[in-house]
């Protein structure tokens, strides 16, 4: 591993970190969310937590291995842009859904969450083979909370 790589780890892993604090502060999962209806294949409220710190650890790992590939400007701004873009909406996922209460909303978002995650894939891909398949746990469990997003506003509509 080079010295690089080892700053751009590092700062992807701050980067994960505040996604991580930043979608957790945003998700309340108090009495609103309690009385919604969700289908029975929803995942355990448990395993979020598990399963979004491995995804966050690899997204780390994938971003450090994009940087490092992508030498010279005009790639690290590609890997840089898509990286942002992608924080800044699966944080707003969290804060649509839970704390503006509106799944409706959140369904929208969480479309451009998982278009933001192929973009990944085939930017950070672009530099590194296996940077963007370290992606892919993350387009399936975004795929899946997609799904339960679409359930939830199915099971509980009308939202106001």
Do not use: C
């Amino acid at each position: 591993m080079t010295d690089g790589f080892l700053w751009a780890l590092g700062g992807s892993a701050l980067v994960a970190v505040i996604v991580a604090v930043a979608g957790g502060v945003l998700t309340e999962t108090g009495p609103w969310y309690a009385q919604l209806k969700k289908p029975s294949w929803k995942p355990p409220d448990w395993a979020f937590g598990p399963v979004w710190t491995v995804i966050l650890v690899l997204s780390a790992i994938s971003a450090a291995l994009a940087w490092e590939a992508a030498e010279g400007a005009g790639g690290r701004s590609a890997v840089l842009a898509v990286l942002i873009i992608n924080s800044i909406l699966n944080i707003a996922w969290s804060g649509i859904f839970f704390k503006l209460r509106r799944p409706d909303w959140a369904l929208v978002e969480v479309a451009m969450l998982w278009l933001s995650i192929l973009s990944l894939i085939l930017v950070l891909g672009s530099y590194s083979t296996i940077a963007g398949l370290l992606m892919l746990p993350y387009l399936a469990w975004v795929s899946t909370a997609m799904f339960l997003n679409y359930r939830i506003v199915q099971m509980n509509k009308p939202f106001a």
